[in-house]
Every structure is written in C-alpha cells, then in structure tokens.
C-alpha cells in the first residue's frame, strides 16, 4: 500500500470542495431552519401564538422533508438546482440540495432547544409587556444560544457526510475522491488518507462547536 | 401607636377605605369544565400587603395571572387605581403590566443573562437606552441589597439572591402593584424570613401595594396586614390580618391556621382592639393585663424601618377600648 505523491492536490482541491459544498449550506441551512424552528414552536399548541393548522402543516412539511434520503432528495431537486444555478453538476450545485436537507433536519433541533427554555421564563417575559417579537430575539433564542451552538455542530457534521454522497453524482469533494480511489481503482492508500480527512474535518468541528457551546453556556 | 379601623370584609361594604388601589368584581375563570375563580370579589386597599391564602388548587395563582394581565377572567371586572384593566387595549396592555410587578416561585431568570442584564429586562422590552437601563438596574440591585452581584449569572447566585433579583427586576420599572406567587415557597426559613422583610421594607419605602400569595399561614402573619382567604375558587373570608388570625370565621381559615396557634381565643362579649408596640416584653403585658387587656394575637412589623409589634387585644366590653389605649399609650411611648 503505497500512497501516490499525486494525490495530495487532488486532496487540498477536494477538501476545497467540500467546505465549498458544506459551509454555505450549513449557514443557510442554520439561518432558515432556524425560522423554521421558531415558527414551530410559536404555532405549536400551548405556543406564543397558537396556530394548529399552520402548525399542522409545518410539521409534516419537516417529517416529509427529514425522512427523504438524500440520494432521492437530490435527484427530485434536480429542476430547482438547475433553475437556481444554471446546473445540477458540480460543488456549487450541491449547496441547493444541501441547504434544503439541512432546513428541516435544524428546525427539528431548533425546536427542541427552545423547548428547554423554561416557560415560566417566557411567562415572565410577558407579565414584563414583552411582544411576540421580543420575546423570540431577547428571550427564547439567547436563552437557547447553546442549543443553537450545539445544532449547529451536528449540521456541519451531518452535511459533511452528505457532501460525500453528493460527491458520488458528480459534485466534487472529499466522498468522490474517497469513492473514486478506493471503490473503483482499488486504491486502497488514497482512500484511507481521504477517509482520514474526513475524520478529521469533523473531530475539528465537533471540537469547535464543544469549545463554542461551553463557553456559550451560563447555566 | 395605631387604633384599628373597622373591619374590611368584602361582605360589608360601607367599610370599604376611600382609597382603592385594586377592586375585583365578580370575576370569574373557567378553565373547560373546571371553575377555577367563581364570582370573587375583593378590595386591596391601596398601600397595604395583603395576603392571599389557601390550599393548593384554590386558584391563588389564576388570580395572580389576571391581575398581571397574563390571562383574562371569563367574567367580571378588575380596576386598578380607577383604570378597567379588562377594556384596554394589547398595546395598553403591555404598558399597564410593566407597572405592575410579579415575582415568582421559582424566580424565573434568564439563565443566560447576568444580574444586571435581568434586573435590565423589563427597560429593555420598554425601549429604554442601553445605558439608563443598566444605571437603573444598577441603583435598583442595590435596594436589594445586591451591589457586587452585577456580574453573576443566576447560576452563581443562592437561592435568595436570585429572588433578589426577581424582586429587582419586578421594580425596576416602578410599579404601583406588586404580586408575589409563592415568592418564598422555594426558600429555606432563614431566608424565606429575610426574603418577607425585604419585600416589607420596599413596599413601604416606595408606598405600593403588595399582593403576597402563600399556602403558608406564618408568611401572612409575620409579612402582611391584610388577607384573603380562598377556597375553591372562592373568596370565604377577609380583612385585617391581626383580626382575620385572631378570630377566624371561615372554617378553612381556621384549617390553614392550624398549627399556628393563635395566643388566646377572643372571649364572648370581649372586643378586637389594634395596637403597635415597640416589642411585646413582659413589662407590656403586665400593663396590658393590670388595664384588662388580653393579648390574643401579635405579629412582627416593620414600621418606618423599626421593628414593631402588632398586638390584638380582647377588650371586654364593660372597659372602655379608648380610655384603655389612651392609657397605655404614653407608656407605650416611653418604651419606644
Ligand atoms: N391553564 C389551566 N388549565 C386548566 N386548569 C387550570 C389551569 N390553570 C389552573 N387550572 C386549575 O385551576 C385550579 C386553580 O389553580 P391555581 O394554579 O390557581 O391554584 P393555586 O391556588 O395557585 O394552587 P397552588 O397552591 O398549588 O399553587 C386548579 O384546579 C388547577 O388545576
Ligand atoms: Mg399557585
């Protein structure tokens, strides 16, 4: 098993890649479903702002959108990434079905952190004369910032292993490579290193986001 | 040296003060099939603490979540220094409640703010500057005896201070009513102690009326000098906390009091007479009972920042109560 000097550009372009395919969409994807999730938890029953159709149908527009594998959800994006970016090959294609795969999979976990927000906390907000709106930017979502951290983190870590599979239909990264090498030419040497990278890229953000969240953390 | 006034029982209304800081009319909550407050009616004079008293599921909190307009009766009315707060509007609302304080059992802070950054909360929510609402949330940290705390997050607080801050952050605004729900429930005695004298203490200073709900018949007795007593949803009796603990009409008044023994029952054809006094020392109630006075129920104060004591006395009808106050007073007064 030896490792061909060669390769090691093709890895620093497919780490490129990757974080190409991954960043954005992880930003994205925290921004929206981060709407999402508040969205949620103010129509819910027993919410701010109770709304059960409304709720009814986010909810399921979460389970529909959490419960498609991302192989299909790609596939089925295909029209949309082609209308947004003009193709649906490459790194910057990915970002479209990226994003949309992250926006359900972070409002669930949004959801969740706010509801660790104790309510007598938002009550006491009321009883203050706190609006709707106040409440979510003052209240919930600082009180729930390591929630918010933590979900963040587990994005980042899911979407890198999405990318990978993004990779294998045609969109770059460090999966392709890791596919490219070990699965089809035998190469067993690139493959571990590439794999190696991978493992690394996520030891790096589960570390950072731990590190964030602690100190995010007054509780 | 204070001669009681009448007694304020909701049932006779010519006794009720002049002034009325809080008038509930008939108000009535359902919660589905469940009647939580029924046809209640109280006064809370203004400038008094009045405590609300009763079992579990009485429906002490429901009342406390209508006055801070965090819920709405399906009946009756409620004003509050001459407003109807049922007739305003969302807008008026949210204004109305940052002049009304709550304090709560379980403090309910943000964990992720510090003191200061609690107490700062409610100026915050009102648009007011950044740095006029630290120096208020500052001086009002201080009144609680907490300068030095500024910085620390709840979770470096006790439990008591971080009802001091709940209490800050309840008067930040200013308010003219103050509600607290079990505000001492969470507490240990010693501090559930100091956490009632505070309240005291700031209820006189600023002169707002204070609304203290307990189950606990001891936090009525050494922190308020009104009550309301509740059972089932109901108002069963009410009115000076001297005579309500003294001579309890109501039978849940007299299960609530159960431990809490009163001095001496009040004797057939024996009057209620109010009296404050420095301290309640043997040399007192030799006095008292050399001028055919019978103590039958005392309780700690703090007037003008002295501790003082309320004393009931029964009277018997043949004394006359004046001439027997006009008496003891001076005397009372060289004790002081
Ligand atoms: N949101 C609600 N929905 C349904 N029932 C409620 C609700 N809030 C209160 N109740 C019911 O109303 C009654 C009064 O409740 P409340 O909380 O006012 O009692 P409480 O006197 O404060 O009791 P505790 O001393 O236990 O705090 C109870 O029977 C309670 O179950
Ligand atoms: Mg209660």
């Given at each position: 098993?030896t490792l061909?000097?060669?390769?090691?550009?093709?890895?620093w372009?497919?780490?490129l890649e990757?974080?190409?395919?991954?960043?954005?969409?992880?930003?994205?994807?925290q921004?929206?479903?981060?709407?999402?999730?508040?969205?949620?938890?103010?129509?819910r029953?027993?919410?701010?702002?109770?709304?059960p159709?409304l709720?009814?149908?986010?909810?399921?527009?979460?389970?529909?959108?959490?419960?498609?594998?991302f192989?299909?959800?790609?596939?089925?994006?295909?029209?949309?990434?082609?209308?947004?970016?003009?193709?649906?090959?490459?790194?910057?294609?990915?970002?479209?079905?990226?994003?949309?795969?992250?926006?359900?999979?972070l409002a669930?976990?949004?959801?969740?952190?706010?509801?660790?927000v104790?309510?007598?906390?938002?009550?006491?907000?009321?009883?203050?004369g706190?609006?709707?709106?106040?409440?979510?930017t003052?209240?919930l979502?600082?009180?729930?910032l390591?929630?918010?951290?933590?979900?963040f983190t587990?994005?980042?870590?899911?979407?890198l292993?999405?990318?990978?599979?993004?990779g294998?239909?045609?969109?770059?990264?460090?999966?392709?490579?890791?596919?490219?090498y070990?699965?089809?030419r035998?190469?067993?040497?690139?493959?571990?290193?590439?794999?190696?990278?991978?493992?690394l890229l996520?030891?790096?953000?589960?570390w950072?986001?731990?590190?964030a969240?602690?100190?995010?953390d007054h509780r | 040296?204070?001669?009681?006034?009448?007694?304020?029982?909701?049932?006779?209304?010519?006794?009720?003060?002049?002034s009325a800081?809080?008038?509930?009319?008939?108000i009535?909550?359902r919660f589905?099939?469940?009647?939580?407050?029924?046809?209640?009616?109280l006064h809370?004079?203004?400038g008094?603490?009045?405590?609300?008293?009763?079992?579990?599921?009485?429906?002490?909190?429901?009342?406390?979540?209508?006055?801070s307009?965090?819920?709405?009766?399906?009946?009756?009315e409620?004003?509050?220094?001459?407003?109807?707060?049922?007739?305003?509007?969302?807008?008026?609302?949210?204004?109305?409640?940052?002049?009304?304080?709550?304090?709560?059992?379980?403090?309910?802070?943000?964990?992720?703010?510090?003191?200061?950054?609690?107490v700062?909360?409610?100026?915050e929510?009102?648009g007011?500057?950044?740095?006029?609402?630290?120096?208020?949330?500052?001086?009002?940290?201080?009144?609680?005896?907490?300068?030095?705390?500024?910085?620390?997050?709840?979770?470096?607080?006790?439990?008591?201070?971080k009802q001091?801050?709940?209490?800050?952050?309840?008067?930040?605004t200013?308010?003219?009513?103050l509600?607290a729900?079990?505000?001492?429930?969470?507490l240990d005695?010693?501090t559930?102690?100091?956490?009632l004298s505070?309240?005291?203490?700031?209820?006189?200073?600023?002169?707002l009326?204070?609304?203290?709900v307990?189950?606990?018949?001891?936090?009525?007795?050494?922190?308020?000098?009104?009550?309301?007593v509740?059972?089932?949803g109901r108002?069963?009796?009410?009115g000076e906390?001297?005579?309500?603990?003294?001579?309890?009409?109501?039978a849940t008044?007299?299960?609530?009091?159960?431990?809490?023994q009163?001095?001496?029952?009040?004797?057939?054809?024996?009057t209620?007479?109010?009296?404050?006094?420095?301290?309640l020392?043997?040399?007192?109630?030799?006095?008292?009972?050399?001028?055919?006075?019978r103590?039958?129920?005392?309780q700690?104060t703090?007037?003008?920042?002295?501790?003082?004591?309320?004393?009931?006395l029964?009277?018997?009808?043949?004394?006359?109560?004046?001439?027997l106050?006009?008496?003891?007073?001076?005397?009372?007064?060289?004790?002081?």
């Amino acid at each position: 098993m030896t490792l061909d000097p060669t390769v090691w550009p093709l890895l620093w372009k497919a780490t490129l890649e990757t974080l190409w395919m991954v960043l954005p969409s992880a930003l994205l994807g925290q921004l929206l479903g981060t709407a999402l999730g508040v969205w949620l938890t103010l129509t819910r029953p027993g919410g701010l702002t109770p709304n059960p159709a409304l709720f009814r149908v986010l909810d399921a527009v979460v389970n529909i959108g959490r419960s498609f594998p991302f192989i299909i959800l790609m596939i089925v994006l295909i029209p949309l990434t082609r209308l947004l970016v003009g193709t649906s090959i490459g790194s910057t294609a990915a970002i479209v079905p990226l994003t949309v795969a992250a926006v359900p999979f972070l409002a669930r976990l949004v959801e969740g952190s706010l509801r660790e927000v104790p309510a007598g906390v938002t009550e006491a907000a009321r009883a203050m004369g706190a609006t709707t709106s106040q409440i979510v930017t003052k209240v919930l979502l600082p009180e729930a910032l390591p929630g918010l951290l933590h979900a963040f983190t587990v994005l980042v870590i899911s979407l890198l292993g999405y990318s990978a599979v993004a990779g294998a239909i045609g969109a770059g990264g460090l999966g392709d490579l890791a596919i490219r090498y070990g699965y089809h030419r035998f190469d067993t040497a690139t493959m571990t290193v590439t794999v190696a990278v991978l493992l690394l890229l996520v030891q790096l953000v589960q570390w950072l986001g731990d590190r964030a969240e602690h100190r995010a953390d007054h509780r | 040296m204070t001669i009681a006034t009448p007694l304020t029982h909701v049932s006779s209304p010519a006794a009720a003060p002049a002034s009325a800081a809080l008038e509930l009319r008939g108000i009535t909550k359902r919660f589905g099939g469940h009647t939580a407050l029924e046809d209640f009616t109280l006064h809370v004079p203004r400038g008094s603490r009045t405590g609300i008293i009763g079992r579990s599921g009485a429906g002490k909190s429901t009342l406390v979540r209508l006055l801070s307009g965090l819920d709405t009766p399906d009946s009756g009315e409620l004003h509050l220094g001459g407003e109807n707060l049922l007739t305003l509007s969302p807008a008026q609302r949210r204004q109305r409640q940052a002049r009304t304080g709550l304090v709560f059992q379980h403090f309910n802070l943000l964990a992720q703010r510090t003191a200061l950054q609690n107490v700062a909360l409610p100026l915050e929510f009102a648009g007011v500057p950044k740095v006029k609402r630290e120096a208020q949330a500052r001086d009002t940290l201080a009144q609680v005896g907490l300068s030095g705390f500024e910085d620390r997050y709840p979770a470096q607080l006790s439990g008591g201070q971080k009802q001091r801050v709940g209490i800050a952050r309840a008067l930040v605004t200013g308010p003219e009513l103050l509600l607290a729900d079990e505000a001492t429930s969470a507490l240990d005695p010693e501090t559930s102690a100091s956490i009632l004298s505070l309240l005291t203490r700031i209820q006189q200073e600023r002169d707002l009326t204070l609304i203290i709900v307990t189950h606990q018949m001891e936090v009525v007795r050494s922190a308020t000098t009104h009550v309301a007593v509740l059972d089932h949803g109901r108002l069963v009796e009410s009115g000076e906390t001297g005579r309500v603990l003294a001579n309890p009409q109501h039978a849940t008044t007299r299960a609530l009091l159960g431990a809490h023994q009163p001095l001496a029952e009040l004797a057939p054809g024996e009057t209620l007479q109010q009296l404050t006094l420095p301290a309640l020392d043997a040399a007192t109630l030799g006095r008292l009972a050399a001028l055919g006075g019978r103590v039958v129920e005392a309780q700690p104060t703090v007037i003008g920042g002295r501790q003082q004591v309320l004393v009931w006395l029964g009277v018997p009808q043949h004394l006359s109560a004046d001439r027997l106050l006009g008496q003891l007073q001076p005397q009372a007064e060289e004790v002081a």
